[in-house]
């Protein structure tokens, strides 16, 4: 059985902050996990803990029963690919080569990009609606153009397991559609998982398959989407009164009108 991405008695804080006490969950290979709390809760920190950039206060991250802490850099890029929050590209490179910078963690050191990492970087950009931006500046991309180019360039470090904060800011509507069913997709065909951090309770609803929240002071719950998305777990979540709508898509939540 596939032991997967795991947390083991995980105790993780942040300047005062007590994101999760004693966590106990695993991201498997056909997982798409949200990751829902409200702002300042911490989603941001645990996520690069399981990234291992941030070292939790006690328990472990495992990856395949392996403590992520004891194991190389390198090796670990090949397995967890972290989309940071914000995307920012201050140097000046091409759309292109900075693609190609996810097949780094599969190279050698002094080995340069093959034909195959090259129609990987292609191929990423054709799927972010980048095609025919390759010899672009990234200094010169709008927001949601350097965030396609973000999710592109982890499509060609091509991990196991996915670890994105926030994967739709700064996407239109379209392309927020576009980019969580690529991710359900990959998912689904059962070698990827993956954990985001979300806003949208009905990007959650809608694409993912399980939920962890996480409430502060340490406290969470994680379960299958269906068993976690209600009104009242919504209501303690985020401190205000939530109505779900039936649609053909399945529940949608709104805030209640005051």
Known sequence: MNNGLACSALDVRIAGVHVVKDLEFAVRPGDFWALLGPNGIGKTTLLKCLAGLHEPGSGEVLLESRNIAELPRKLLARHIGMLQQHTVYVFDSSVLQTALTGRHPHLGYWEREGHRDLKMAEGALRAVDLAGFAG??????????????????????????????????HLDLRHQVHIMGMIRERARQGRHAALAALHDINLAARYCSHVIMLFGDGQWCAGATPDMLSESSLQRLYGCPVERFESSGGPRFHPRAG
Request: proline share 6%; hydrophobic share 40%; no cysteine.
């Open 136 to 169: 672009r500046s990234v200094t010169g991309l709008s927001g949601g153009e350097a965030r396609r180019l973000a999710f592109a360039t982890l499509l060609v470090q091509d991990p196991e397991f996915m670890l994105l904060d926030e994967p739709t800011n």
